[in-house]
Each structure stands twice: as C-alpha cells, then as structure tokens.
C-alpha cells in the first residue's frame, strides 16, 4: 500500500511539474520578453518562464537541455526542460561572422523589425543576413533570409546600430592641473566607442609634450581637450633644425624666433647663413622643415 502511494503521489506531481519545450534553433535579436511566446509551457508560473527567458537569451551555441535545468535549479525552479539540446544564436555574433564589417566597428545593438525578440528556428534552417550599402552607422537596414532545411525561403528585416571602437587611454589616479604623465604607470590601454566630436588620446608617446590644463579624476577617458601642449621651442635659444626631402636629410641649428608647441609651425633664424626656416615642432628644441 505504501509503495502504490508514493507511484500515485509521483504521478500527481509529475502531472502538475512545471514543463518548457524550447525551439531547436533561437535567434535573439535582443532581450525582449515579447520572445517568450516561442516556449511552450505547461504548469509554469510567469516567475519561472521569465528567468528561464533571461537566462536563455544570454547564452551562445549549443546546450543541453540537462544544463539549463541544472542552471534553472540553482535558480530555485523546479522545471522539466525539451529537447535533448537547442542551439542559440546571438544575432549580433552573426552579423560579426557574415558581413565583412571596416575595422574598430562593432555592432552596439540589434533588433527585429515587426517580430519578436527571438525568432525560433526548425533544426537545419540557415540564416543569411545581408547589408545593402551599410554604413556602419545607427539604424542600418538589415536583409535577413531564412533557408530552410526543405528548401524555402522566408525574408524579413532587421536593424542593428554598428559604433566605432577606437583605443584610448584611462586614467588610473587622479592628476592635478599642469601635471605631467609617468608613461603607462598613469594609464590604462582600452578600447572604447568614439565620443562625437572629440579628440582622444590614441598614444602615450605622445603625451611627452602635454600637461593636463585641470584636475582629472581616476578613471576618466583621456581627451585632447584635458591637456595643454608644452613649449618644447621657446624664443631665443639654440634649435635644431632638419631639412628633409625624399632623397636628402640634413641636420643644423639656428635660433628661434617664437615659442612653439608639437605640430605648430615656428621661425628658426641661421645666423652664420643669414638665412630663415619655417619648420614644424617634432620634439624638445627640434623643427621639421619640409623642402
């Protein structure tokens, strides 16, 4: 009697556990929960499906179906779980994979146009995704076509907003006004998305020649607009001067006219050759002169 209790007790629970069968293919264009529709469930509160939502559409590739009930149940859900295994898609992994995107640009976001934030895929299906003259930029029109394992097509649209990752420099401390740099002890290498209209700074080399014009806190993005260029020419002392073409380069000296900071043009005077340089600033009491 016992053991016909505990199977008719198994079987009532069994009947009422909480059962999701998933697609055998998803694609997430996003984190949407309008992609919820694509699970079917039975005997499931909202809370479950919800984080069962969650978790899916932030994993990639293949995975058991034994896994996800694992990472479910350390959750707190009881939840039975099929198939054997799905595959997930990011979307933006695939727009990586199948369009020859310019270098330093990366897809920021993506969405579905007039779908839900998953698409469900029968097992075998391919997706193609082409880009008519994209040009990287924010809402580009994407060509998305569904190859089926039967051979059908289906096409539909999508968009993704693309950004230009650039390298930069963040502080790791925090610098007072007219500050000079230590090299990369101060900096942290990084590759961030280009702010409009503002210059960053792209190499520590270069910041030799500049001292910060205000205070800068620990963790700030470096920009031009922080730094002022130090004098490395200044009026009346002895400049070295090279004069450079494509076939010959020659080193002198003479006197210079002006203060002048990196890139900025200055007047060198010879005055054994009684004769005057236009040259650009390239290091400490060095000009460029161009012939």
Excluded: W
Aim: some cysteine.
């Amino acid at each position: 009697m016992k053991y016909v209790l505990l199977f008719l007790f198994f079987i009532i629970q069994t009947s009422f556990a909480c059962e999701v069968f998933l697609p055998y293919q998803m694609v997430v264009f996003n984190g949407e929960k309008s992609g919820k529709n694509v699970f079917q469930a039975k005997n499931c509160e909202s809370s479950v499906t919800d984080d069962l939502h969650h978790l899916v559409t932030g994993l990639e590739g293949r995975i058991a179906s034994f896994q996800l009930k694992e990472m479910m149940t350390s959750r707190g859900h009881a939840i039975e779980i099929g198939p054997q295994s799905i595959v997930v898609h990011q979307f933006s992994t695939m727009i990586r994979d199948q369009l020859p995107l310019p270098s330093g640009v990366q897809v920021k976001t993506t969405r579905s146009i007039n779908k839900t934030g998953i698409l469900a895929l029968p097992a075998g299906d391919k997706l193609e995704i082409t880009c008519s003259g994209c040009l990287y930029g924010i809402q580009q029109p994407l060509n998305i076509t569904v190859l089926g394992f039967d051979g059908s097509k289906q096409s539909f649209l999508a968009n993704a907003d693309f950004v230009k990752m650039v390298k930069a420099y963040r502080l790791l401390s925090a610098l007072p006004s007219f500050s000079s740099f230590n090299g990369s002890d101060d900096l942290k290498e990084e590759y961030v998305e280009s702010i409009p209209h503002t210059e960053l700074i792209t190499s520590v080399d270069e910041l030799k020649f500049y001292k910060t014009n205000k205070p800068l806190k620990a963790g700030e993005i470096l920009k031009k607009s922080d730094l002022n260029a130090i004098n490395l020419v200044r009026a009346g002392l002895k400049t070295d001067v090279v004069l450079e073409n494509q076939m010959i380069r020659i080193k002198t000296q003479g006197i210079s006219r002006s203060n002048g900071a990196i890139g900025e043009i200055v007047e060198v005077f010879h005055p054994q050759k009684n004769k005057k340089y236009q040259g650009r600033v390239i290091d400490i009491n060095k000009v460029l002169v161009e012939l």
